[in-house]
């Protein structure tokens, strides 16, 4: 069973920056799609970003320039970079691992089926 653990999280002030990891075991890293999803109170899950086993990354427009998605060199661990943080970036975050994924990476969160914890990111003004 693929296991996700996702660490990094905690508070700062706005314009901080925090970086998030996701470890990833029990799964073979090729034909992958890894994404990164927050939900904020009262808010609906957003997929901020992804990443394929190619390093070629996509992001949501509200993050854009701000937040950089990686993976170390054996793909067994996953980083998303934020930076400039926001109030408005305020959320648990996720991630999540599609397997056997024919392409690109994708944000939607219906086509993920393993998913860490959470970790949790509070941005004070």
């Known amino acids: 069973q693929v296991q996700l653990v996702e660490s990094g999280g905690g508070s700062v002030q706005a314009g901080g920056s925090l970086r998030l990891s996701c470890a990833a075991s029990r799964y073979t890293p090729r034909a992958f799609s890894m994404a990164w999803f927050r939900q904020g109170p009262g808010k609906e899950r957003e997929g901020v970003a992804c990443i394929d086993e190619y390093g070629a990354t996509n992001y949501a427009d509200s993050v854009k320039g701000r937040f950089t998605a990686s993976n170390g060199n054996a793909k067994e661990i996953f980083y998303l970079q934020m930076d400039t943080l926001k109030p408005e970036d305020t959320a648990m975050y996720f991630c999540?691992?599609?397997?056997?994924?024919?392409?690109?990476?994708?944000?939607?969160?219906?086509?993920?089926?393993?998913w860490g914890q959470g970790t949790q990111v509070t941005v004070s003004s």
């Open positions: 999540a691992l599609a397997l056997n994924w024919p392409g690109t990476c994708s944000r939607a969160g219906d086509v993920y089926e393993y």
